[in-house]
């Protein structure tokens, strides 16, 4: 079993930054990969952002060149920083864990990220 606790949503204005943080609740990056999930009021849950076990990242088009996906693994964290926001960018924001050697995968309770002047 994992626990995943994200923290760091807010209220931010247009271009603005935040960094989302996902906490584990022990030592998985070796054999999960990490990813950030969001959902928009009325929309279903997209992918955002993901990290490998290797360490290669990869990212959904709306984001690309704004936000980055990064991880400690000293810390079991995931970050998620997100840079020049828009209004589009608000939802809540989950983090996942998805095993790699199994069908496991755990999700985080949501973090709200709003966007608007």
């Known amino acids: 079993q994992v626990q995943l606790v994200e923290s760091g949503g807010g209220l931010v204005q247009p271009g603005g930054s935040l960094r989302l943080s996902c906490a584990a609740s022990?030592?998985?990056?070796?054999?999960?990969?990490m990813a950030w999930y969001r959902q928009a009021p009325g929309k279903k849950r997209d992918l955002v952002a993901f990290?490998?076990?290797?360490?290669?990242?990869n990212y959904a088009d709306s984001v690309k060149g704004r936000f980055t996906i990064s991880r400690d693994n000293a810390k079991n964290m995931v970050y998620l920083q997100m840079n020049s926001l828009n209004p589009e960018d608000t939802a809540v924001y989950y983090c996942?864990?998805?095993?790699?050697?199994?069908?496991?995968?755990?999700w985080g309770q949501g973090t709200q990220v709003t966007v608007s002047s």
């Open positions: 990290i490998i076990t290797g360490g290669s990242t």
């Open positions: 996942n864990a998805d095993s790699v050697v199994s069908t496991a995968s755990y």
């Open positions: 022990r030592s998985i990056f070796y054999i999960y990969t």
